[in-house]
C-alpha cells in the first residue's frame, strides 16, 4: 500500500496532472532518502504511463544504485529511447557505464550529454573523471576545465581537476586546484586527504604540522574521508590508522551487498588461492611475489592471477602470467562480475594485494566469493572491514599483539612477510660514481624512498649528518620536480649546500637500478612510513639499511627485514639513537665494512632471501585458513612456526 494518497484524477486518472503530482511525490521521497517509496511511486506511473521517460529514468538509478545494475541500465536506456534528446539521463547512463567498468562506452555517453546541452557541466566534469581512469589525462584536464569556466564555485570539477594533475605528475597544480575545491566546499569528501597527499609528495612542509593535527583530528571525529594510505605517511597512530580504515570503508562501500560465498564447505583437488591486483606488471609488488607465484606448491595449490590494472606488455607482465595457473584479465568487468567469476571458480582463499592503493577494488571481496579472505602485502594497515578475514605480517612488523588495532585477524609468518624474486639481480657492472652524479670522494648517504615518505623532522636528522661528516652527500630519488626544489631549499636554511643533496634519475631496469646501490655507503630509512621493496632492494643489493622501529606495522617492515638477514643492531628505537649510530657508522669504515661482509655472507645463508622456505611458510599459513573453515570454524590468528625442515602452523594460544 503506498504511503500516499494515490486516488485517480476524477476528470482523467492518467493526465497530465495527475502524473506530474505523482512525479514531484517520488522526487520528494529521494530527496530525503526513501527509496523504497520513491521506487514503489515510479514502478506505478510506469504501470499508468508506460512513456513516461522522467519515471523510467530515475527508476533505472535507484535499481541501479541498489544493486539490480542490468535492470537498473535497461531502464535509463528506455528513459533515453522515449526521450533522444534527454542529456540527463546519457549522463547518469555514463555513471553507470562507470560502475560497470564499461569505460569507452561511459565517456561516449557523457559525450552525447554534452552534445545534447553544451553547458553541461556535471558531464563535463563527469566525463574528465573516467578519462582519468581511461589515462587519457590530457582530454580528461580539457574536460575539468571546461566544467569549471561554466561554473567556476564548482567544486566538484575542481577535485577532479587536481586529481587528474596529479595522474600528470604538475602537483603544484594539483595542491592549487585542491585548495580551491575546499574553499568551495569545505566539507568535499576526500578533498582534504588528497590535498594531504599531493603537499606530502611534493615535500612541501609550510604546513605539515597543521596538514597532520587536521588529519588526526578529522579522522577521530569522522568528519572527513581520508584515504588510509595517506594516514599511514603522517600518522603513527595504530588506533588512528584502524578509525580511519573503517571510515574508508563505510564512505567508499556503504552497505555490503549479500554474500556469493553463504558457509558452505566444498574440497577441491588442489586448495585454489586467487590473487588479486592493478600491479600485475613493472610495480614494486610484482617485483616481490613473481618468484613467490613460481614456487608455490603446484601439487598442493592452484593459483589464479586476477588482474585489474594496466597491462603494460612488459617482461613482468608476461612472466606472471606465465607463472599462474589461471591469469585473467578483469579490467573491464565490474566488481560483481569478477566476485561472481571467483564464485564460480569456488576459489578458497582470496588474496587481496592492493589493499587501499591505487587503482584498489575492494568492492570485489566485499560481496564475499570466497569463503577465505586475505590481506596482504600491498597495504601494511588494516582494511577496517569485515569481509576481510585475515591480516598477513610477522612477529616484528605485525605481532599478535596489535589485534586490537586490526579488524582481520593477524597471521604471524615465521620471518620477515615480505617475498623476494631472487631472479632479479644487479647488474654485474655497476656505474662509476662519476656516471651517477656523485663526487669521487666522501661519504653517500642514501635514501631510496618515495618522497612523500620524508618529513621535516628526519630530514633535520639528514641535514645535521650532513654538516657533520664532511664532504658527505645525500642521495635521494628523482621523484617529481617540486620536491627536488622544496627538498634543496630545506637543505639551504638548515645551512647545507643545495647541491650535496644529488637526485637520482630513473635507469633503464631494476637490475641497474639495484647495481647504482653499491655507490652508497648508507640507506637512511624513514619513519612514520619505513622503506619496504626499497630496504628489500637495498640489501639484496648489498647496502645496509639503517631504521627506527615504529609503532604501525608500515613503520617496523624494516626492522623485520634487518632481523631475518641478520643485522638487529641496525634497527634502532629511537630517532635519537638513529642519528647517532648514522653518525657512528660514517666514522668508523672498518665497522661499516664488517656489517657489509656479514650482510654479503648472510644474504644467502639467513632467512631472509631464502624464497623456498617463504614460500612453504605462506603455504602453512593458507593450510592453516583452509583447514580452519573446514573444521566449520570462524578466523583467529595464529603463529606460523618454522620447524626445520617442514612448517606448521600453531593457532593462537597453542
Known amino acids: 500500500m503506498s504511503k500516499r494518497d494515490s486516488s485517480p484524477s476524477p476528470s482523467n486518472a492518467f493526465d497530465a496532472a495527475a502524473i506530474g503530482k505523482e512525479l514531484n511525490f517520488a522526487m520528494s521521497c529521494l530527496q530525503r532518502g526513501d527509496f523504497a517509496q520513491a521506487e514503489e511511486t515510479y514502478e506505478e506511473i510506469l504501470a499508468k504511463s508506460p512513456q513516461e521517460f522522467v519515471a523510467a529514468h530515475f527508476l533505472g538509478i535507484i535499481k541501479f544504485q541498489t544493486g539490480r545494475r542490468e535492470a537498473g541500465l535497461a531502464l535509463i536506456d528506455r528513459a533515453i529511447a522515449l526521450k533522444p534528446d ?37 558531464a563535463y566534469s563527469n566525463r574528465g573523471d573516467v578519462l582519468r581512469e581511461l589515462r587519457r589525462h590530457e582530454e580528461a584536464l580539457a574536460s575539468c576545465d571546461e566544467a569549471v569556466a561554466l561554473k567556476p564555485d564548482f567544486a566538484e570539477a575542481f577535485h577532479n581537476r587536481g586529481l587528474i594533475l596529479q595522474g600528470l605528475n604538475r602537483l603544484e597544480e594539483a595542491f592549487a586546484s585542491f585548495e580551491r575545491a575546499l574553499a568551495l566546499k569545505p566539507g568535499l569528501k576526500h578533498a582534504f586527504g588528497n590535498l594531504a597527499d599531493c603537499a606530502s609528495k611534493m615535500c612541501q612542509w609550510d ?83 613473481a618468484e613467490l607465484i613460481e614456487r608455490h606448491d603446484r601439487a598442493r595449490f592452484e593459483t589464479i592471477g586476477i588482474s585489474f590494472g594496466l597491462d603494460d606488455g612488459g617482461e613482468m607482465r608476461a612472466r606472471l602470467s606465465r607463472a599462474f595457473d589461471v591469469f585473467v584479465d578483469v579490467r573491464a568487468q565490474s566488481d560483481a562480475e569478477v566476485a561472481t567469476l571467483l564464485s564460480s571458480l569456488k576459489v578458497d582463499v582470496a588474496v587481496d594485494l592492493n589493499g587501499f592503493t591505487q587503482d584498489c577494488r575492494p568492492k570485489i571481496l566485499s560481496r564475499r566469493p570466497a569463503p577465505i579472505q586475505v590481506n596482504y602485502l600491498g597495504f601494511p594497515g588494516t582494511m577496517g572491514a569485515g ?76 641535514m645535521r649528518l650532513l654538516k657533520t661528516v664532511g664532504g658527505s652527500v645525500l642521495w635521494l630519488r628523482a621523484d617529481n620536480g617540486p620536491a627536488e626544489r622544496n627538498l634543496r631549499r630545506e637543505a639551504q636554511a638548515r645551512g647545507v649546500d643545495p647541491n650535496r643533496l644529488i637526485f637520482a634519475p630513473r635507469v633503464k631496469t631494476v637490475e641497474d637500478h639495484l647495481a647504482r646501490h653499491r655507490l652508497a655507503d648508507l ?32 613503520g617496523r617492515v624494516a626492522t623485520s627485514l634487518l632481523e631475518a638477514i641478520g643485522l638487529p643492531e641496525l634497527a634502532t628505537a629511537t630517532l635519537t639513537e638513529y642519528e647517532a649510530l648514522a653518525l657512528a657508522l660514517a666514522r668508523d669504515p672498518a665497522r661499516l665494512a664488517e656489517i657489509k661482509a656479514r650482510l654479503a655472507r648472510n644474504r644467502d645463508a639467513l632467512p631472509l632471501f631464502d624464497s623456498d622456505r617463504f614460500c612453504r611458510g605462506l603455504e602453512a599459513a593458507y593450510v592453516r585458513m583452509w583447514g580452519r573453515w573446514q573444521e566449520g570454524g570462524q578466523a583467529e590468528g595464529f603463529v606460523v612456526e618454522t620447524l626445520s625442515p617442514t612448517v606448521q602452523a600453531r593457532p593462537r594460544g597453542g
Not at 560502475?99 to 559525450?111: G, I, M, P, Q, V
Not at 578475514?389 to 616484528?396: A, K, L, P, Q, S
Request: proline share 7%; with cysteine.
Open 207 to 289: 604546513r605539515r604540522d597543521a596538514i597532520t593535527a587536521k588529519l588526526a583530528e578529522d579522522i577521530a571525529a569522522d568528519r572527513s574521508v581520508i584515504g588510509p594510505l595517506v594516514a599511514l605517511g603522517y600518522l603513527d597512530d595504530q588506533a588512528l590508522h584502524r578509525r580511519c580504515a573503517e571510515s574508508f570503508v563505510k564512505s567508499e562501500i556503504g552497505e555490503i551487498p549479500p554474500p556469493l560465498w553463504r558457509g558452505e564447505t566444498w574440497r577441491n583437488d588442489r586448495i585454489k588461492i586467487a590473487y588479486l591486483s592493478a600491479d600485475f606488471r613493472e610495480h614494486p609488488v610484482a617485483y616481490l611475489i
Open 387 to 462: 569481509f576481510i578475514d585475515y591480516i598477513i605480517g610477522d612477529r616484528i612488523a605485525l605481532p599478535l599483539d596489535r589485534q586490537p588495532f586490526y579488524v582481520e585477524k593477524i597471521v604471524e609468518l615465521p620471518d620477515c612477510c615480505l617475498p623476494r624474486d631472487r631472479l632479479r639481480r644487479p647488474s654485474d657492472v655497476a656505474p662509476a660514481r662519476a656516471d651517477a652524479g656523485l663526487p669521487q670522494q666522501g661519504f653517500v648517504f642514501c635514501s631510496f624512498n618515495n618522497s612523500w615518505k620524508f618529513s621535516p623532522r628526519l630530514f633535520d636528522i639528514w
Open 86 to 122: 534527454y542529456a540527463e539521463a546519457y549522463n547518469n547512463r555514463g555513471n553507470a557505464l562507470r560502475e560497470l567498468k564499461r569505460l569507452e562506452e561511459a565517456a561516449a555517453s557523457y559525450d552525447k550529454a554534452i552534445a545534447l546541452k553544451p553547458d553541461y557541466v556535471m
Open 523 to 554: 640507506f637512511l630509512d624513514t619513519l612514520p612510513y619505513n622503506a619496504h621493496t626499497t630496504a628489500s632492494d637495498a640489501l639484496w643489493a648489498g647496502l645496509p639499511v639503517l631504521t627506527c622501529t615504529g609503532q604501525s606495522f608500515a
